[in-house]
T-cell receptor
Framework: KQEVTQIPAALSVPEGENLVLNCSFT??????LQWFRQDPGKGLTSLLLIQSSQREQTSGRLNASLDKSSGRSTLYIAASQPGDSATYLC???????????FGTGTRLQVFP | DVKVTQSSRYLVKRTGEKVFLECVQDMDHENMFWYRQDPGLGLRLIYF???????EKGDIPEGYSVSREKKERFSLILESASTNQTSMYLC????????????FGDGTRLSIL
């Protein structure tokens, strides 16, 4: 059974730092991996989607990498800002399904 | 931009009531999903649908049913609400083409008293 783990569960950093959020999954038979952002009391906003054949995706200050064989993905946030404070979730899509399996998220706080 | 709209942001109901949560998407997506989100448990899939009148059970379907009479609308039904169904409910949609991202609504925070 696919399990997705995110470490750390919470992170507090000063503004300007570069930081890395980690996501690991137990079964490498995935179609893709998606990173989301969730603000308190809100829904999920899709940040990046990496297909299994890709190694990384970039959007602005965000860069996500995927190492499918080792079951790992990282989300790199450059020059963090207070507006980046949110919970970040990763989710994998197993093969032959449209279902997503979510991690429990990393709660990020960036203070001025 | 894709718009997924959930009819209520907050809802309070009583034990035993029949509760309807509505979700509408405006991008002609084939796939629609209902999740619940609980602290420490993350998002868990309740039901999903690949097409009109089609539905598939997710990981935690007990106590729920769904209806998809039109492509743009996917309803989650709590047949007889119980306090353990107090949660945040999130609806999502995605195109039928393989590998496309899921897009989420803002969620409905449901409290069962």
């Amino acid at each position: 059974k696919q399990e997705v783990t995110q470490i750390p569960a919470a992170l507090s950093v000063p503004e300007g730092e570069n930081l890395v959020l980690n996501c690991s999954f137990t079964d490498s038979a995935i179609y893709n991996l998606q990173w989301f952002r969730q603000d308190p009391g809100k829904g999920l906003t899709s940040l990046l989607l990496i297909q299994s054949s890709q190694r990384e995706q970039t959007s602005g200050r965000l860069n996500a990498s995927l190492d499918k064989s080792s079951g790992r993905s990282t989300l790199y946030i450059a020059a963090s800002q207070p507006g980046d404070s949110a919970t970040y979730l990763c989710a994998v899509r197993p093969l032959n399904t449209d279902k997503l399996i979510f991690g429990t998220g990393t709660r990020l706080q960036v203070f001025p | 931009d894709v718009k997924v709209t959930q009819s209520s942001r907050y809802l309070v109901k009583r034990t035993g009531e029949k509760v309807f949560l509505e979700c509408v998407q405006d991008m002609d997506h084939e796939n629609m999903f209902w999740y619940r989100q609980d602290p420490g448990l993350g998002l868990r899939l309740i039901y999903f649908s690949y097409d009109v009148k089609m539905k598939e059970k997710g990981d935690i379907p007990e106590g729920y049913s769904v209806s998809r009479e039109k492509k743009e609308r996917f309803s989650l039904i709590l047949e007889s609400a119980s306090t353990n169904q107090t949660s945040m409910y999130l609806c999502a949609s995605s195109p039928g083409r393989v590998g496309q991202p899921q897009h989420f609504g803002d969620g409905t925070r449901l409290s069962i008293l």
